[in-house]
């Protein structure tokens, strides 16, 4: 059994991040996931929330958007449609999309179409400023 996972995270748009790491914890569709060198092989889907992972005694934050996670041969592929390290998060970007989800909110009733869209751009904000305070 191998002592680290070697995780593997992608966008459509770039490889965020391949390293070699020793814990993952990640937002599983079902509640949240904790994954240690040697894990069952799996396959599941990611909701919106914080990825984090520990290297040594540093531990990093991702952000992301709806995805999917596999465990094969301790290595971890994240395959999301968004990621942001907390470090690369533009903080006021963030707090100015929560200020606009909160007020498309307060009109729309929840039978609207925009209602979830709304709500979803709301869980987003509200994940990237509670990860970006991680930096």
């Keep these: 059994m191998a002592d680290k996972l070697t995780l593997e ?23 949240e996931l904790g994954l240690l ?5 799996l396959l599941t889907t990611l909701k919106v929330g914080e990825l984090s992972y520990k290297r040594g005694s540093e ?7 709806w995805g999917y996670l ?4 301790d290595k971890v592929t994240v395959l999301v449609d ?7 998060i533009d903080l006021k ?11 498309a909110l307060k009109t729309l009733s929840e039978e609207d179409k925009q209602f979830k869209v709304m709500e ?11 990860v970006a ?3």
Excluded at 120 to 130: D, F, N, P, V
């Design 9 to 31: 995270m992608v966008t459509p748009y770039k490889k965020v991040l391949s390293e070699e790491v020793d814990e993952i914890t990640a937002p599983g569709f079902v509640g």
């Design 37 to 41: 060198p040697g894990h069952t092989p």
């Design 59 to 65: 531990q990093f934050h991702v952000a992301v958007n």
């Design 70 to 73: 596999e465990v094969a041969d």
């Design 82 to 88: 968004t990621a942001e390290k907390a470090d690369e």
């Design 93 to 103: 970007r963030a707090e100015a999309a929560l200020g606009r989800a909160e007020d």
């Design 120 to 130: 979803a751009a709301l869980e987003r904000a509200l994940i990237r400023i509670q």
């Design 133 to 135: 305070g991680k930096k």
